[in-house]
């Protein structure tokens, strides 16, 4: 069975930063594209990043140059690395894989809440 | 940005009611189109891809239609479990984009 656990997420002030991780068990997270899609408080969902099986590697402009996703093929883990956090980055951050046949996610994580407050 | 409209917002129905959401797209998006539940706390879950679908495991009174713009989401008979919210989902060109959602409530 194919799954991702979440971890990562709190309290963090403006401008500073914070990691999210999201491994996987039941397959590679190398071998699809992994995703970070948020949710701010009682709002719709947002695609926030999205790693390749290649490599390559795509973010919403609101996070363009803050926000870093990577993965870790040894640990079979996702990462999102956050910095220069803003209030509007207050969210439930989910991980989420596409399905083999398209731009469809499948699989998600529980979901980690990051609160960007003073 | 492809934009993604969903209507009604909310709905209200019974158990045993048919009801239908609409999902219409800024710009053709062909079939490349997925409808996912989300009830309060939970991850999104995948029902339905390339617009007609059937996601395994999901059951059979979920059904959808569609192409190009416009879309529905259909769930012939509602039981207790499917009161949620509701979001469609365009994957045909980048950025991915999520309608609003529709809430469905219990009548």
């Known amino acids: 069975e194919e799954q991702l656990v979440q971890s990562g997420g709190g309290l963090v002030q403006p401008g500073g930063s914070l990691r999210l991780s999201c491994t996987a068990s039941?397959?590679?997270?190398?071998?699809?594209?992994m995703i970070w899609v948020r949710q701010a408080p009682g709002r719709g969902l947002d695609w926030v990043s999205v790693v390749y099986s290649g490599g390559a590697k795509f973010y919403a402009d609101s996070v363009k140059g803050r926000f870093s996703i990577s993965t870790d093929s040894s640990k079979n883990t996702m990462y999102l690395q956050m910095s220069g956090l803003r209030g509007e980055d207050t969210a439930m951050y989910y991980c989420?894989?596409?399905?083999?046949?398209?731009?469809?996610?499948?699989?998600w994580g529980q979901g980690a809440l990051v609160t960007v407050s003073s | 940005d492809i934009q993604m409209t969903q209507s009604p917002s909310s709905v209200s129905a019974s158990v045993g009611a048919r009801v239908t959401i609409s999902c219409q797209a800024s710009?053709?998006?062909?079939?490349?189109l997925a409808w996912y539940q989300q009830k309060p706390g939970k991850a999104p879950k995948l029902l339905i891809y390339a617009a007609s679908n059937l996601q395994s495991g999901v059951p059979l009174r979920f059904s959808g239609s569609g192409s190009g713009t416009n879309f529905t989401l259909t769930i012939s008979s509602l039981r207790p479990e499917d009161f949620a919210i509701y979001y469609c989902q365009q994957g045909n060109l980048f950025p991915i984009t999520f309608g609003q959602g529709t809430r469905l409530e219990i009548k």
């Open positions: 039941g397959f590679s997270v190398t071998s699809t594209y």
């Open positions: 989420t894989k596409t399905q083999g046949s398209g731009w469809y996610f499948d699989t």
């Open positions: 710009q053709d998006v062909r079939s490349w």
